[in-house]
């Protein structure tokens, strides 16, 4: 045997530099004892090549290499012994395997022997000279002989690994052994070669804790192939599976109480055997992962295991058995598991909750009880936590993705409702949350254009998302809120209106009763938003409502359709009132003209009347700035002449207030280009009514004409408004302004007030084009 | 070079969204000016508007509480001019003869108005006056049955060749008239 050197650290080498030096030391030893090996074993030296073959493995005795070292010498003396063993089963040595079994048993160290004894002991099998089992027998019992954890651990794996296609199997011999014989030879190897895994943790001194741990991390596939090995053997179906292999290797599992060891073992046995095992054996499983240490993350284990069972149970529907209820035997275990770990961190029970649903929503999608469950456990826990602890940003990240799958799933906010538990859940939340959840359930509606048709649907939805509805307690100070944020917010909610429909009329006006319950407890700052939706629908309520009765697909008597009529304008005209009483005058203003428009319409007279005066006090009480004025008296005139009214006192009445109204405003030319309009009040001929008085036409233009000519520096553009006034007149050939009126005003526009430069210039310019193009009788321009 | 004419959305008082229909038509690539008649009225949508193009003009509808849009505008695009304006100051609301009033006192080839959300696309006086109607379909006092459209403008030289877009049962229908500039 050659001499080992002894080696030689010199004070200043880091411990870096140390390992490599031994290591590099001890390879360099293995190469020549291999090289030498060799060249034996060329010559036909088989007990020399037996001696060197020893030397390689005196270096794996070694306590100087760190596991990660100890690894790669490892690998460059297993080289040489796989090279050892194809010649021991190819070359014709002429030795019985039986006398070479002998032979290597007198190796004077355990470690050497051992593996020289696995070497042969593997060819033995393989040239058939012994029964399997009984080699494997003798290979395993011996290998007790070493206990140190990194020696023992690689002593092992080498074993596994020269044996690994000679284990018998389903197609084998009894006498040279069955599956079973398998099972128990890798599973003896797995348990121990597990408690040596374990041993090495117990070996470092506690400040080394993480070093070490990390160092058996490295070493993990040495343990988890075992299980490989098992999952690869043909015989071992799922019965076998069942009632032999997991049983076993779950004892080792929870036994060694080691997490490091628990947490490996548990992902690998999920991952190297197929899915129809874990269905099978699923509750096993689960019980076991209660078992185990309380610093295993349990969470992810079975979190993975969800993840692949759902997957395989949608791809494969046909072959889960009908009595596995998945999502069952999940939930209930998951239940349990919770409260047995009652320092479970929140975001990993979480996490759990989120798996479970996903699980349900994949393989069950159209279970909603199953889905509404989870929701129901996660609630029950989240209400005996601290709110600073369901705050965490990671916590409410899954909370809200609990509340968020159901509506990407569902695509249908209708059914999401029906999940008891869902609105509850929304209520843990702080505000901001809260808020955000009932955002995203305001946009799905509307992204998946949902129509809800029932009352009851409408409150509850309503009602979910009333943190968007109404002022909560926990909620910010306005100064602190975006505005426009607020706004667009505000204004999706109002949008949601328009998704609420039925083909009942009664039905469908109850709905917007509920809805101006709901949106008229949200203050000033929402209801600016939210109400005027109401306002127009039930507008277009009204007129469908009539159309539907003159059409007789309704029928009902006069005095039916004037309650009815009440009852509407009732809602509208309060509806208008809430917003004209937080002094919204512009809005409320033009939201009485719209209703006005809609109950001449529907023939509803009184009502006209009643809007009208409404209007016409906001006009004058709370409208002040002069441009609006202008604005909203302008839009007064365009609805009159649009109506259809037919009594005409109170229309005569309107048009009178109306040109007051005009005769003060603020500026001459805003008074008279709008007494000049007003004469269009007294030229109305429409599809729904006919109502002409020329003479009060031309008294309308003539007093614009006379207003703006008294200015004492007036705007070429007034005057060219009240000419083409004038136009419209003649083309229609009313016979309400006569033409020569028409030329005068021609006269006196190009000779007066016709300046260099007037912006109007271009509008006179066309005006008299036309007039010329017209040619009009009677004139000449 | 295309412009896109359309109004009378009134996002969220009578409606909750342009239609996905005509969105899915209204590509940013392909659009270089939006003409909006008003009557938006939630600045979502006037920021969709901007998505699809910069050059977005918009003028103030009777409803629209913006107080920045203006009450008529002129945009001079190739060798047309163009004026926006909602048309509820008009009298009587959708009146020809009214309307070829603004478009004398604007001095525009090409009046685009809004107000009626009724669809209308007509020649007078050898001017282009353009309605496109309601983008939503909106409920209106003046007209019954509305139908969402908007209008395409394609301006080549001194031609329009105009596209009306109608949505009708779920189905866009277009058509085409073309307009050239008297001059």
């Given at each position: 045997?050659?001499?080992?050197?002894?080696?030689?650290?010199?004070q200043?080498?880091?411990?870096?530099?140390?390992?490599?030096?031994?290591f590099?030391?001890?390879?360099?030893?293995?190469?020549?004892?291999?090289?030498?090996?060799?060249?034996?074993?060329?010559n036909s030296?088989?007990?020399?090549?037996l001696?060197?073959?020893?030397?390689?493995?005196?270096?794996?005795?070694?306590?100087?290499?760190?596991?990660?070292?100890?690894?790669?010498?490892?690998?460059?003396?297993?080289?040489?012994?796989?090279?050892l063993?194809?010649?021991?089963y190819?070359?014709?040595?002429?030795?019985?395997?039986?006398?070479?079994?002998?032979?290597?048993?007198h190796?004077?160290?355990?470690l050497?022997?051992?593996?020289?004894?696995?070497?042969?002991?593997?060819v033995?099998?393989k040239?058939?000279?012994?029964?399997?089992?009984?080699?494997l027998?003798?290979?395993?019992?011996?290998?007790?002989?070493?206990?140190?954890?990194?020696?023992?651990?690689?002593?092992?794996?080498?074993?596994?690994?020269?044996?690994?296609?000679?284990?018998p199997?389903?197609?084998?011999?009894?006498?040279?052994?069955?599956?079973?014989?398998?099972?128990?030879?890798?599973?003896?190897n797995?348990?121990?070669?597990?408690?040596?895994?374990?041993?090495?943790?117990h070996?470092a001194?506690?400040k080394?804790?993480?070093?070490?741990?990390?160092?058996?991390?490295?070493?993990?596939?040495?343990?988890?192939?075992?299980?490989?090995?098992?999952?690869?053997?043909d015989?071992?179906?799922?019965?076998?599976?069942?009632?032999?292999?997991?049983?076993?290797?779950?004892?080792?599992?929870?036994?060694c109480?080691?997490?490091?060891?628990?947490?490996?073992?548990?992902e690998?046995?999920?991952q190297?055997?197929?899915?129809?095992?874990?269905?099978?054996t699923?509750?096993?499983?689960?019980?076991?992962?209660?078992?185990?240490?309380?610093?295993?993350?349990?969470?992810?284990?079975?979190a993975?295991?969800i993840?692949?069972?759902?997957?395989?149970?949608?791809r494969?529907?046909?072959?889960?058995?009908?009595?596995?209820?998945?999502?069952?035997?999940?939930?209930?275990?998951v239940k349990?598991?919770?409260?047995?770990?009652?320092?479970?961190?929140?975001q990993?029970?979480?996490?759990l909750?989120?798996?479970?649903?996903n699980?349900?929503?994949?393989?069950?999608?159209?279970?909603?009880?199953?889905?509404?469950?989870v929701?129901?456990?996660?609630q029950?826990?989240?209400?005996?936590?601290?709110?600073?602890?369901?705050?965490k940003?990671?916590?409410?990240k899954?909370?809200?993705?609990?509340l968020?799958?159901?509506?990407?799933?569902?695509?249908?906010?209708?059914?999401?409702?029906?999940?008891?538990?869902?609105?509850?859940?929304i209520s843990?939340?702080?505000?901001?949350?809260?808020?955000?959840?009932?955002?995203?359930?305001?946009?799905?509606?509307?992204?998946?254009?949902?129509?809800?048709?029932?009352?009851?649907?409408?409150?509850?939805?309503?009602?979910?998302?009333?943190?968007?509805i109404?002022?909560e307690?926990?909620?910010?100070?306005?100064?602190?809120?975006?505005?426009?944020?607020?706004?667009?917010?505000?204004?999706?909610?109002?949008?949601?209106?328009h998704?609420?429909?039925?083909?009942?009329?009664e039905?469908?006006?109850?709905?917007?009763i509920?809805?101006?319950?709901h949106?008229?407890?949200?203050?000033?700052?929402?209801i600016?938003h939210?109400?005027?939706?109401?306002?127009f629908?039930?507008?277009?309520?009204?007129?469908?409502f009539?159309q539907?009765v003159?059409?007789?697909?309704?029928?009902?008597?006069?005095?039916?359709?004037?309650?009815i009529?009440?009852k509407?304008?009732?809602?509208?005209?309060?509806?208008?009132?809430?917003l004209?009483?937080?002094?919204?005058?512009d809005?409320?203003?033009?939201?009485?003209?719209?209703?006005?428009?809609?109950?001449?319409?529907c023939g509803?007279?009184?009502?006209?009347k009643?809007?009208?005066i409404?209007?016409?006090?906001?006009?004058?009480?709370?409208?002040?700035d002069?441009?609006?004025?202008?604005?909203?008296?302008?839009?007064?005139?365009?609805?009159?002449n649009?109506?259809?009214?037919?009594?005409?006192?109170?229309?005569?009445?309107?048009?009178?207030?109306?040109?007051?109204?005009?005769?003060r405003?603020l500026?001459?030319q805003?008074?008279?280009k709008?007494?000049?309009t007003?004469?269009?009040?007294f030229?109305v001929?429409?599809?729904?009514?006919?109502?002409?008085?020329?003479?009060?036409?031309?008294?309308?233009?003539?007093?614009?004409?006379?207003?703006?000519?008294?200015?004492?520096s007036?705007?070429?553009?007034?005057?060219?408004d009240?000419?083409?006034?004038?136009?419209?007149y003649?083309?229609?050939?009313?016979?309400?302004?006569?033409i020569?009126?028409v030329?005068?005003?021609?006269?006196?526009?190009?000779?007066?007030?016709?300046?260099?430069?007037d912006?109007?210039?271009?509008?006179?310019?066309?005006?008299?084009?036309?007039?010329?193009?017209?040619?009009?009788?009677?004139?000449?321009? | 070079?295309?412009i896109?004419?359309?109004?009378d959305?009134?996002?969220?008082?009578?409606s909750?969204?342009?239609?996905?229909?005509?969105?899915?038509?209204l590509v940013?690539?392909?659009?270089?000016?939006?003409?909006?008649?008003?009557?938006?009225?939630?600045?979502?949508?006037?920021d969709?508007?901007?998505?699809?193009?910069s050059?977005?003009h918009?003028?103030?509808?009777?409803?629209?509480?913006?107080?920045?849009y203006?009450?008529?505008?002129?945009?001079?695009?190739?060798?047309?001019?163009?004026?926006?304006?909602?048309g509820h100051?008009?009298?009587?609301?959708?009146?020809?003869?009214?309307?070829?009033a603004?478009?004398?006192?604007?001095?525009?080839?090409?009046?685009?108005?809004?107000?009626?959300?009724?669809?209308?696309?007509?020649?007078?006086?050898?001017?282009?006056?353009?309605?496109?109607g309601?983008a939503?379909?909106?409920f209106?006092?003046?007209?019954?049955?509305?139908i969402?459209?908007?209008?395409?403008?394609?301006?080549?030289?001194?031609?329009?060749?105009?596209?009306i877009?109608?949505?009708?049962?779920?189905q866009?229908?277009?058509?085409?008239?073309?307009?050239?500039?008297?001059?």
């Amino acid at each position: 045997m050659m001499k080992k050197n002894k080696p030689t650290v010199a004070q200043t080498l880091s411990p870096e530099e140390e390992q490599a030096k031994f290591f590099e030391e001890a390879k360099n030893n293995v190469m020549i004892q291999g090289h030498h090996m060799k060249l034996s074993l060329d010559n036909s030296k088989l007990m020399d090549a037996l001696k060197y073959a020893s030397n390689i493995i005196n270096e794996l005795r070694t306590s100087l290499l760190s596991p990660k070292s100890y690894y790669a010498l490892y690998l460059v003396a297993f080289d040489f012994l796989q090279y050892l063993n194809t010649y021991l089963y190819e070359e014709k040595h002429g030795k019985k395997m039986i006398e070479l079994y002998e032979v290597v048993q007198h190796a004077g160290n355990v470690l050497p022997r051992l593996y020289l004894l696995i070497t042969v002991g593997s060819v033995y099998i393989k040239t058939k000279q012994a029964p399997a089992k009984d080699v494997l027998k003798d290979l395993i019992e011996m290998c007790r002989g070493v206990q140190h954890p990194t020696r023992g651990l690689f002593l092992r794996h080498y074993l596994s690994e020269v044996t690994k296609d000679k284990l018998p199997d389903a197609d084998s011999s009894t006498e040279n052994g069955t599956v079973m014989d398998s099972i128990d030879f890798i599973i003896q190897n797995f348990t121990e070669t597990n408690k040596l895994w374990v041993r090495m943790q117990h070996q470092a001194p506690t400040k080394d804790r993480e070093r070490r741990e990390n160092e058996r991390l490295e070493l993990r596939l040495l343990v988890g192939k075992n299980l490989s090995r098992l999952a690869q053997l043909d015989g071992v179906d799922q019965t076998t599976y069942s009632e032999v292999v997991l049983p076993k290797v779950v004892e080792q599992i929870i036994n060694c109480k080691d997490k490091i060891a628990q947490q490996y073992l548990m992902e690998i046995l999920i991952q190297v055997f197929p899915d129809e095992f874990h269905l099978a054996t699923l509750d096993t499983i689960l019980q076991t992962c209660a078992q185990l240490q309380s610093g295993v993350d349990v969470k992810t284990i079975i979190a993975s295991l969800i993840d692949r069972l759902a997957n395989f149970a949608t791809r494969n529907a046909e072959l889960v058995p009908d009595n596995i209820k998945i999502f069952d035997i999940f939930f209930n275990n998951v239940k349990e598991i919770i409260q047995a770990r009652p320092n479970m961190e929140l975001q990993d029970i979480l996490g759990l909750h989120v798996s479970l649903l996903n699980l349900t929503l994949k393989c069950y999608p159209t279970n909603k009880d199953n889905a509404n469950e989870v929701l129901g456990l996660c609630q029950s826990i989240i209400v005996n936590k601290a709110k600073e602890d369901i705050n965490k940003p990671t916590c409410v990240k899954q909370i809200i993705q609990l509340l968020q799958i159901p509506l990407d799933v569902f695509k249908n906010i209708l059914v999401v409702l029906k999940l008891s538990n869902y609105q509850p859940l929304i209520s843990c939340l702080s505000y901001n949350n809260r808020k955000k959840v009932s955002l995203d359930i305001v946009n799905n509606t509307i992204n998946n254009s949902t129509i809800i048709e029932e009352p009851e649907a409408v409150n509850n939805l309503l009602e979910t998302i009333q943190t968007l509805i109404k002022d909560e307690q926990d909620q910010p100070d306005m100064d602190d809120i975006d505005k426009e944020d607020f706004q667009e917010e505000q204004n999706k909610v109002a949008s949601l209106i328009h998704l609420f429909d039925s083909e009942d009329p009664e039905k469908l006006f109850k709905i917007y009763i509920i809805a101006r319950g709901h949106f008229g407890k949200g203050g000033p700052h929402r209801i600016r938003h939210t109400l005027v939706p109401l306002v127009f629908c039930s507008l277009r309520f009204i007129r469908n409502f009539k159309q539907q009765v003159d059409s007789g697909v309704i029928s009902l008597d006069e005095s039916k359709w004037v309650a009815i009529g009440s009852k509407i304008f009732t809602f509208v005209s309060e509806t208008i009132k809430a917003l004209a009483d937080i002094k919204l005058a512009d809005l409320s203003f033009r939201l009485y003209l719209q209703a006005l428009q809609t109950f001449d319409h529907c023939g509803l007279v009184s009502r006209v009347k009643e809007l009208a005066i409404k209007a016409l006090l906001i006009f004058q009480e709370d409208i002040a700035d002069f441009k609006a004025q202008v604005m909203a008296l302008q839009l007064l005139i365009s609805t009159l002449n649009s109506l259809s009214i037919s009594n005409e006192e109170i229309y005569e009445s309107l048009a009178a207030q109306t040109i007051k109204q005009a005769s003060r405003l603020l500026l001459p030319q805003d008074q008279a280009k709008l007494i000049s309009t007003c004469s269009h009040l007294f030229w109305v001929d429409n599809a729904g009514r006919q109502y002409q008085n020329p003479e009060s036409v031309l008294q309308a233009l003539k007093k614009a004409l006379s207003i703006i000519s008294n200015e004492s520096s007036p705007g070429l553009g007034t005057f060219v408004d009240i000419l083409n006034e004038c136009l419209f007149y003649c083309d229609k050939e009313t016979d309400a302004v006569p033409i020569q009126f028409v030329s005068d005003l021609v006269e006196l526009i190009r000779t007066t007030h016709v300046k260099e430069a007037d912006p109007a210039l271009p509008y006179l310019q066309n005006t008299i084009k036309y007039i010329q193009s017209q040619n009009y009788k009677g004139i000449s321009i | 070079m295309f412009i896109i004419a359309i109004g009378d959305v009134h996002v969220p008082h009578r409606s909750y969204g342009i239609p996905p229909e005509f969105k899915k038509l209204l590509v940013p690539e392909k659009i270089q000016y939006i003409l909006c008649t008003g009557n938006l009225v939630s600045k979502e949508i006037y920021d969709y508007f901007k998505v699809l193009t910069s050059d977005v003009h918009v003028v103030r509808g009777d409803l629209d509480e913006n107080t920045s849009y203006p009450d008529t505008k002129i945009v001079s695009i190739g060798q047309f001019k163009f004026g926006l304006c909602h048309g509820h100051q008009i009298v009587p609301w959708g009146d020809r003869a009214s309307l070829a009033a603004l478009q004398r006192q604007l001095d525009v080839d090409v009046l685009i108005s809004g107000h009626t959300h009724v669809l209308e696309v007509f020649e007078s006086n050898g001017k282009l006056f353009v309605n496109p109607g309601s983008a939503t379909g909106a409920f209106s006092n003046i007209s019954n049955d509305v139908i969402p459209s908007f209008v395409l403008m394609d301006v080549q030289s001194n031609n329009i060749t105009v596209y009306i877009y109608k949505l009708i049962d779920g189905q866009v229908k277009v058509e085409k008239i073309d307009h050239v500039k008297q001059q």
